[in-house]
């Protein structure tokens, strides 16, 4: 099998993808040591994630906010079926995960869930419910990696 991969740096082919993309996998310290792993979904917007957790769940408060954090979109496709070719792109997004806290990016990020993620409904009636905190991570880096094979 032959692989090819490669770098692509180009900031507006990124933001197309992730904008396209729906869910990712976030990976957050715990105070205690260890590694939180979550699939999620999110909004990107000015170069950051912004996801919601659920404030109920038990690893919450274990989580070490203001620290590094990473974020992973995954896309693969397999374009013939007469010879396994694929292609998986891959974007790593890693930055400082804190609580937002912002009221007026509260607003937009509210906004932007509602537009990607509701289909129905008012844009005034949409909440974000009281047991979820909105988390932004900050990113410091953005990787991106498409992985070709046949």
């Known amino acids: 099998m032959k692989k090819n991969f490669i770098i692509n740096r180009d900031i507006n082919e990124i933001e197309k993808e992730l904008d396209n993309s729906f869910a990712g996998v976030l990976t ?10 979550i699939a999620t979904n999110f909004i990107y917007m000015d170069k950051n994630i912004f996801i919601t957790l659920n404030k109920d769940d038990e690893k919450f408060e274990s989580i070490k906010f203001n620290h590094y954090g990473q974020f992973l979109v995954y896309n693969a496709s397999f374009e013939n079926e007469t010879d396994y070719s694929y292609q998986i792109k891959y974007i790593s997004i890693v930055g400082e995960f804190r609580e937002l806290d912002d009221s007026k990016q509260i607003e937009q990020v509210k906004e932007k869930f509602f537009q990607k993620f509701s289909k129905y409904g008012n844009e005034s009636d949409y909440l ?5 905190a909105l988390c932004i991570l900050d990113s410091k880096e953005i990787q991106f990696i498409i992985e070709q094979g046949k």
């Open 128 to 132: 974000i419910p009281s047991n979820l």
């Open 28 to 37: 957050l310290r715990l105070k205690g040591g260890g590694n939180y792993q």
